[in-house]
């Protein structure tokens, strides 16, 4: 995997968006794995602590401060670096954080893709590039049955957060058809399901909130314990999104269009409750309690389910890690950081033994 993967991004010229959040440190500590050069273009350092801030990434990419709903600013970065791949992680978030504010939401997640959909076909250059938008699992019209989403089901979304990821889905498919058919501009979108790892520290994660209480030796609380989501680990959906990348680059003679939706997601054991999550957080660390306290009135979904199918058969992908592998390698990466150890260094390893 790192052979290919390098072969494909070394000295590649990669814009991320959104690359001082939890998601955007790990990629891009995944890409100066593989030698690309990273141009990063975040409004700010969303979390103390930071992954970004902790590992020190700030002097090994070009590190750019600029907000994605400002088009001119973003427009300028574009014009002026030129990159070959864009990977948009640019967003806000959080669903709870939705429901405070919605306008910000639907300003981020919306118009801040659209802004970078206009830059590239404003701009939509002689040399070919790509654009993977990173959307999100609660992007389907979540009827909450048993059923596991496919990239052909129906979008919608409950909530300000989901419905802005929707909308950010149906104006990439938009600009797709309308202006980057026959193009230079080869757009994809990917929807992973609930990314956990170490290095997160955004506020209304569960996991997040078991770290917290686990190391302070206080109690987990719990809101909804019964809420079923497919828990993988960060390197499972950015090994997914890189993979998908590398078809769409090589130009690999597929009996399906590359530039189209695609679900990165655990095997079915992964997909479980949220208390067995945390019990086996509380295994892993060797210690801690948790207690269920009632849910407020805020709707999340309790049932969420993704079908991998169409990535399994046509992308030289499968997930590498079962749900025991992924809550280790999350709690050990926690308790390095809490042992003050060299986290640059641990972070690395972990993307060595996973690509090995």
């Known amino acids: 995997m790192l052979k290919k993967f390098k072969d494909c991004f070394q000295d590649k010229k990669i814009l ?38 902790v590992l020190g990434l700030k002097s090994e990419i070009n590190h750019i401060i600029g ?38 939401t639907y300003e981020t997640n ?26 999100s699992d609660k992007c389907y019209e979540n009827k909450e049955k048993n059923h596991a989403y496919n990239e052909e089901d129906s979008l919608g979304g409950y909530d300000p957060y989901s419905s802005s990821k929707t909308c950010s889905e149906i104006a990439t498919a938009a600009y797709r058809r309308s202006f980057f058919t026959n193009s230079n501009v080869n ?26 209480a686990l190391f302070k030796d206080e109690t987990i609380v719990l809101r909804n314990p019964n809420a079923i989501r497919p828990w993988q680990h960060v390197l499972e959906a950015l090994a997914g999104y890189l993979t998908l990348l590398t078809h769409m680059i ?22 479980v409750n949220v208390e067995n999550l945390v019990k086996e957080l509380i ?33 030289d992908w499968k ?11 999350t709690v050990e990466w926690y308790k390095k950081f809490y042992n003050n150890d060299d986290m640059l260094k641990a972070t690395n390893n972990q993307i060595k033994e996973y690509l090995k």
């Not at 300028?76 to 030129?82: C, E, K, L, R």
């Not at 919306?110 to 654009?131: A, D, Q, W």
């Not at 997930?319 to 390698?329: A, G, Q, R, V, W």
């Open 250 to 271: 090589n130009n690999n003679e597929m009996k399906i269009d590359l530039n189209s939706s695609w679900n990165f997601g655990p095997y079915p054991e992964s997909i």
């Open 110 to 135: 919306v118009m801040g893709t659209i802004n970078l959909l206009e830059s590239l076909r404003i701009n939509n250059s002689k040399n070919e590039s790509f654009l993977l938008n990173v959307t």
């Open 187 to 212: 757009v994809a979108t990917a929807r992973a399901g609930n990314v956990i790892g170490g290095g997160d520290w955004s506020k209304d994660r569960i996991v997040v909130d078991c770290v917290n």
């Open 16 to 53: 991320v968006t959104g690359h001082t959040g939890f998601k955007g440190s790990w990629l891009t500590t995944f890409l100066l794995n593989l030698d690309a050069d990273i141009i990063g273009f975040s409004k700010d350092i969303p979390t103390n602590p930071s992954m970004f801030e």
């Open 283 to 315: 295994a892993e660390y060797r210690d801690g309690q948790y207690t269920v306290k009632s849910a407020d009135e805020l709707h999340e979904a309790n049932l969420l389910e993704l079908d991998i199918n169409k990535s399994l058969e046509y992308l």
């Open 67 to 104: 907000d994605i709903r400002n088009y001119s600013k973003l427009n300028d970065i574009i014009n002026q670096h030129s990159p070959d791949i864009i990977i948009h992680l640019a967003a806000q978030p959080i669903v709870r954080e939705s429901y405070l504010n919605p306008v910000e």
């Open 319 to 329: 997930p590498k890690l079962n749900f025991k592998n992924t809550i280790k390698m």
